[in-house]
């Protein structure tokens, strides 16, 4: 493993090269190796200005957490919060009006409402959409709990939670006697419950269901969605366990919804039943495994390495750390640190978010992180911000908030408009201009996903708890301007935050406790955060480093005022050299924000820039732009490869500069149409050269993250792998026959072609070499196979070449006939003049 050595206020130890303020963030406090070895890690207390404890011996490691265990935070709770800030307060607020609009709306217009109605025999006709279509519902009714329960407007909340007694009594006609509940399989298998476990998300649905019911009883107090929760969970119980069906679920979700249901109802039952299914998943008792992409390859305890579809990992992690801090049962804890180090230090992205291969919607091998053919589920990075959440809650260590945050600010917000009523489904780190925010989804996980995750934020900024040595507590995890009333030491505290965060890094708290109280105050230090400062009532603060917080214990009084002071930089940030594409290159940062180069504000060419290292960039608010947003402005290098004609060589020389503005990454595709990146060349030579203009590339199919334009990009492959490389595929079509096209404005002389295909079927993908190929060359009024070519090859790792009798013509196309079960693609396609 590369190492580098990176300071930092808070820690200094080796660290896996990588984005320097994210690893630094997420530095191991006993040491990066430990964790990646599967070793669990002790969490000491680091002073100011002192490096980290050695790696302590097994019996240290484990009695440290015995001490964290179980559960040593908990969470103060979205109801008593109020979100005040400019940042979040807006986004709330479209989210309970627009994105909630355009769920029930969508939810509606789609047959998911009816499907209930239907399985009722309310309404006649058959199931609508997806298997799963259910979970839709759930999780929308999940999300406008949540707008209700954080909302002060009595008008609103009236008409949320009338709306919300329809649908639920909508629902609660559709369940069996025996409390099962599941508008597809009543309607259209109903003597096959539970026969397809591994597929048809039965369970997944139903913990959605759970979700939703913990919430609507929390923000109304009513019981209508709770019960029928309880009855569907009473049924699961006798249905599965030791003893009993001996199975899991192909898409984890009940796991974790089964402890928020405990946590609600007191039932023990619900946390035993969780606990089974954690254990279950993975051990074959009789039955077929479903494999890696269903998170049922080997018991989680014997895992340390992230595989598989990405959304199903996270959601299994935040089962299982619930179990963790439910139980205390430590055998989870070094599989889950493990499992942490792996995702955080080799597969995720500078944004957060995780899962990069479209063809199983998750993980390929380390460090496979392309930027255009990025997958990055919107719920998947919702997951990382769940998972990474329960972790600071069970080790109150700043590193998963770090986490979190870049997730929450970056890959979450990403998903969904400025106004709310659209959402990404992927989200790329590079695009072409192809790429934009859709109404909905066939498969719309996600857009209910970003309603319920933003609806519960709140519930992510403050935490208390006491250590082992009985000190009261009150943590901030992260900098959102908001009011909290909590109780510490039987004491109630009201504590009010004021902030322009992410704009400017400083943060005012207002401590009034109902009488004096001591406690600590604990701070969270971002990575990314340096030579920070803290007064309290105007005086320099006294505190210690621990955890990634800095901690302030004194006696607090009405009134008494503490300020945070983070200073806002741009950073350059670089990427292990391990992730091959991005080499060369250079991401912005400043403060949790990721910034990218977007068409709309430095013209189509934005992939042929260059920032170097030596360029000033500096920050301005633009308060009319994209809602008001601080930009990065500096000045870039542009590839013209038109002024090297006649020339192999020159004297070096300063090379054409225009000004470029960057804009936070979650903000683009908000205007124009045009293309994006986010990793930048620090060089004009490893830009991307200008798309030749006399070419046109088009396509059969073409999906939302691919682009024919890859096909001349000039990226020249190491195999048919293309680890990172911008390619084009056909993904998920199969078994079909497809096409590639190029079109010429003039009528060229073209005696070869060769083609590098693209294949990731080893690695966990959904594309293969095709089946069969030939080459077309248009007539004029049709397509004609080219005459004696010298042979149609399909090799892997090679350009694979024909020649044959030259034409003039104004377009050539490849007609492919794609495999049975699995799809195809192409990474570059080069002409022979």
Known sequence: ????????????????????????????????????????????????????????????????IAKQLPGTLTPVPARDVRITDEFWAPKQKINAESTLNANIKQCTDTGRIDNFNRASGKLQGKYEGYFFNDSDVYKMIEGA???????????????????????????????????????????????????????????????????????????????????????????????????????????????????????????????????????????????????EYAQDHKPLREQNAVVGHAVRAMYLYSGATDIVMATSDRSLVAPLQSLWADLVFKNMYVTGGIGSSGGNEGFTIPYDLPNDQAYAETCATIGLVLWNHRMNLMFADARFVDVMERGLYNGVISGVSLKGDSFFYVNPLASRGKHHRQPWFGCACCPPNVLRLVGQLGGMIYATGADAASNNALLVNLYVGSTASVRLNDIPVRITQETKYPWEGDAEFKIDPASPVTFELRLRLPGWSRGESINVNGQPAQYRVQRGYAVIKREWKAGDKVMFQMPLQVERIQANPEVKMNRGRLALQRGPLVYCLEGADNGPNVRSMAVTRASPVEPEFLPDLLGGVTVLKGTAEVRDDSAWIGELYRTADSALAIPFTAIPYYAWDNREPGPMVVWIPEHRGFAERMPDPEITATASFCPGHATPMALYDGEEPENSLGRGQTHFVWWPHNA??????????????????????????????????????????????????????????????????????????TGLRIEVQLQEGISGGILEWRLME
């Open 1 to 64: 493993m590369t190492l580098l050595s990176f300071a930092h206020p808070r820690f200094s130890c080796p660290l896996a090269a990588a984005v320097p303020s994210l690893v630094t963030a997420i530095a191991l406090a006993a040491g990066a190796l430990a964790q990646a070895q599967n070793q669990p890690v002790a969490q000491p207390v680091v002073q100011p200005g002192t490096a980290p404890a050695a790696k302590a011996d097994e019996k240290n490691v484990e009695k440290s």
């Open 145 to 291: 709990a949540l707008a209700m329960m954080t909302s002060d407007d009595p008008a609103f909340r009236a008409k949320v939670d009338a709306k919300l007694d329809e649908l639920i009594s909508t629902i609660a006609a559709a369940q069996q006697p025996d409390g099962y509940l599941n508008a597809y399989y009543t309607l259209q298998e109903p003597t096959k419950r539970w026969s397809n476990l591994k597929d048809m998300h039965e369970l997944y649905c139903a913990g959605h269901l759970f979700e939703a019911a913990v919430a609507h009883h929390q923000a109304t107090g009513k019981t209508t969605l709770l019960d029928v929760a309880t009855r569907f969970a009473d049924l699961l119980d006798k249905t599965f366990g030791e003893g009993k069906t001996r199975n899991v679920c192909g898409h984890p979700e009940i796991e974790l919804a089964l402890v928020k249901l405990w946590k609600e109802t007191g039932n023990e039952r619900y946390l035993g039943l969780s606990k089974f299914f954690i254990d279950e998943r993975g051990v074959a008792n009789g039955r077929d495994l479903f494999g």
């Open 736 to 809: 079909t026959k497809e096409w590639v096209q190029y079109d010429f404005k003039t009528p060229r002389k073209i005696s070869g072609v060769e083609v590098y295909w693209f294949s990731d079927k080893d690695h966990g993908g959904g594309c293969a070499l095709p089946a069969s190929w030939k080459l077309l060359w248009n007539a004029g009024t049709e397509w004609r196979e080219v005459s004696n070519p010298s042979g149609y090859s399909i090799d892997m790792d090679k350009y694979n070449r024909t020649t044959f009798t030259p034409v003039r013509t």
